[in-house]
């Protein structure tokens, strides 16, 4: 029996960003005796003291929590993407699992090798998210914008080779509000050593990204 290497999936860790705020007065009291300009004002007249600046409450986040990832597909995709994986995923542990939360699918049919990763996360605002959104995009190159998919989204796919066996992987980040939504799907041919096309991963990672997108949005606040 041929043993083949799977090709292994990167996993990027956002911390979120927090953001504190503190308020404080000084107090200082004065001398015992009136000044002389206390004591020119009219009997009876007092001076309205200054109204407080009125104190900033945070903003509602449209996301509190990261959705279940492995309900984020529909069986049928999940069979479509990854030929013979089990449609309920499988989850991977976090830190913090209401904040971030992903889900795997991996399956080996006959020769042909495809991973797909979901993942959610949530941030502390959507400026936050915009930064972490913007980051992500720092360090990849030759793809470009999916229109429609949250507030932004970002889809590149790449070609990598390690002893003689190609495998191509697409990522697409969205931004919808406060949180993120990554996906990672790529596949191999260990019988031709070939990678699959550059179309069917792009195409492949968009529509698992979609349905992960609308599945955010029903956990909205």
């Known amino acids: 029996m041929r043993?083949?290497?799977?090709?292994?999936?990167?996993?990027?860790?956002?911390?979120?960003?927090?953001?504190?705020?503190?308020?404080?007065?000084?107090?200082?009291?004065?001398?015992?005796?009136?000044?002389?300009?206390a004591a020119d004002e009219p009997a009876g007249r007092t001076?309205?003291?200054?109204?407080?600046?009125?104190?900033?409450?945070?903003?509602?986040?449209?996301?509190?929590?990261?959705?279940?990832?492995?309900?984020?597909?529909?069986?049928?995709?999940?069979?479509?993407?990854?030929?013979?994986?089990?449609?309920?995923?499988?989850?991977?542990?976090?830190?913090?699992?209401?904040?971030?939360?992903?889900?795997?699918?991996?399956?080996?049919?006959?020769?042909?090798?495809?991973?797909?990763?979901?993942?959610?996360?949530?941030?502390?605002s959507d400026e936050a998210a915009e930064r972490s959104y913007r980051g992500r995009l720092e360090d990849k190159s030759g793809g470009g914008p999916v229109p429609g998919l949250g507030d932004a989204g970002y889809s590149v796919v790449n070609l990598t080779t390690e002893d003689k066996q190609q495998t191509r992987e697409g990522v697409v980040v969205a931004r919808a509000s406060n949180a993120l939504v990554v996906v990672t799907y790529n596949g191999s041919d260990f019988e031709s050593k070939k990678a699959p096309g550059t179309d069917e991963i792009n195409k492949g990672a968009i529509k698992a990204a979609k349905e992960a997108v609308a599945a955010l949005e029903k956990n909205r606040n």
């Open 47 to 124: 001076k309205t003291p200054s109204a407080a600046a009125p104190s900033r409450t945070q903003a509602t986040k449209t996301y509190a929590t990261a959705p279940a990832p492995c309900d984020s597909l529909a069986e049928k995709s999940v069979k479509s993407l990854v030929p013979g994986a089990g449609t309920a995923g499988k989850e991977i542990r976090s830190t913090d699992s209401e904040l971030r939360r992903t889900c795997s699918w991996n399956a080996l049919k006959g020769y042909e090798y495809r991973w797909l990763d979901v993942s959610f996360e949530v941030l502390e």
């Open 3 to 37: 043993s083949f290497p799977l090709p292994i999936a990167l996993t990027a860790r956002l911390s979120p960003v927090v953001v504190l705020a503190a308020a404080g007065w000084a107090l200082s009291s004065g001398p015992a005796a009136p000044s002389q300009e």
